[in-house]
């Protein structure tokens, strides 16, 4: 399997995508911000679309639309972190967007929509070339730089941002920092998996490591494993069988991780 440049390719890109959806993972659930990750999931399908039909390069599209939502979401919102209402209009205003830059793509684009629609939506993972897959590996190890240096003030300003205030933590700028990282890792990890199933990769293997342990920094650290596994685990499975996309394979084996751990804790 490693003799083909497209698998090491493959996992390259993957495992950091891997690690960083992990640990940013591990925070979108516990700041319950799980639909502000599935807003940019639609945010990353519409700055792909908007990019095609202005004939850039759609990881401008996608990096710039997810950042930029990201950070208004946190701006415009009465909290540190995006609420429900802001992130519900965004979410409508994104698929009108989409509908329209789709509308756009599709007057001037002959068959070449559906291919660019078909790998935003559901990844590409085994078509990366050796520079994109150094490209996302090298965004996403920069994601995980980022999450390392502020993990513990961003921690305390989770679960107690009142008191982390009052100690002179920035707790909102930690949150626009938080749904500016959530936006880049959104863009990167929907080349693995795509827009469709990107809240997977974010939220099942955090979801399950919030199940296991009661420990922030553990938890850190499983959510990072289990996504990595799931990545790994998913390259394989489809590799052994090419009719399996990668993506599918991927969130198949990362949601059987959180059903495992919600049986193993389910006395609990």
């Not at 493959?10 to 993972?25: I, R």
């Amino acid at each position: 399997m490693l003799a083909h440049s497209f698998v090491r390719n493959a996992l390259l890109a993957g495992s950091l995508v891997a690690l960083a959806s992990g640990l940013v993972g591990y925070f979108l659930v516990l700041r319950a911000q799980v639909f502000a990750g599935d807003t940019l999931s639609h945010v990353a399908f519409t700055g792909a679309l908007a990019a095609a039909a202005a004939g850039v390069d759609l990881r401008i599209g996608l990096v710039l639309a997810t950042v930029l939502v990201a950070v208004a979401l946190s701006g415009i919102s009465r909290r540190a972190g995006a609420d429900d209402v802001t992130i519900g209009i965004a979410l409508a205003w994104v698929l009108g967007m989409g509908v329209f830059f789709l509308d756009r793509f599709n007057a001037g684009a002959g068959g070449a929509e559906g291919i660019i629609a078909s790998h935003t939506l559901f990844g590409s993972l085994f078509g990366l070339s050796g520079g994109e897959a150094l490209l996302a590996a090298a965004v996403a190890a920069g994601v995980i730089a980022v999450m390392l240096l502020i993990a513990r003030p961003l921690l305390y300003a989770t679960v107690d941002p009142r008191v982390a205030l009052a100690q002179g933590v920035p707790v909102r700028l930690l949150g626009v920092a938080f749904l500016a990282l959530l936006g880049v890792q959104a863009a990167e990890a929907t080349q693995a998996v795509g827009a469709l199933l990107l809240l997977g990769l974010l939220a099942a293997p955090a979801g399950a490591a919030h199940r296991l342990t009661a420990s922030p920094y553990r938890a850190m650290g499983l959510s990072s494993l289990l996504a990595l596994l799931s990545v790994w685990g998913g390259i394989a499975l489809a590799y052994a069988i090419p009719s399996l996309p990668p993506s599918s394979a991927i969130i198949g084996i990362a949601c059987g991780f959180h059903l495992l751990a919600t049986l193993a804790t389910a006395r609990r």
